[in-house]
């Protein structure tokens, strides 16, 4: 099985599992406000019981969207794109802008980059378990050593910042979404981003999303694809 076959088959099994999330949405948009637009639809329109009630919905506790972009620039509820990226040098670049409606810092995607959003109910939020399923999904499909900071990002050999992570919690609802550098273009994110002091690195030099067999497979789990 090729490395982008056994990553997204991984990161989802190990979600379905440790969550009991039978609903994985995988968009097969690549635009960034579509899918910023999908995570929001979602986070105003869908409810979550919590993990002890008896439900009849098997997908009622969780639901987790996996989606990936053109290159583009997203920055945090709060910030300035002004001060946070080099604007015009991106937009005439083609490189889109974006604002999400979580907190955090500034963050470029390409389509190297994997996003997840972990919906659930407010009193289920927990951002280390999340990236800690993804954290043993690389483990034992790879042997990477990647662990959980204190900052909630995920460090690669100890020294290497591989994910970005940032939240949004209502009273009922919340999300919990990160990046995952698996081969993304990190010449761009010095190029674009004005805060770009952290080490960075990615997971894989030789890597292809294989985004047909993730919709196959998910098919044949009884999940929804978008």
Known sequence: MRVGKRLLYGIANSFGVTLNSSCILVSTCQDVHHNLALEDWIYENASFVEPDTKSSFKWSHSLVLLWRNRPCIVIGRHQNCWVECRLHEALSNDVKIARRRSGGGTVYHDLGNLNVTVFTSRKDYNRKRNLSIVAEA????????????????????????VSGTAAKLGSKVAYHHFTLLVNANLDNVKKYLSQSEVIFNILFRDFCFDQ???????AHQHRVEV
Not at 140 to 160: C, G, H, P, S, T
């Open 138 to 161: 690389l483990k034992e499909n790879f042997k990477l050593n990647v662990a959980v900071a204190q900052r909630d990002d995920l460090i690669l050999n100890d020294k290497f910042k």
């Open 212 to 218: 047909r067999f993730l919709r196959r497979w998910l």
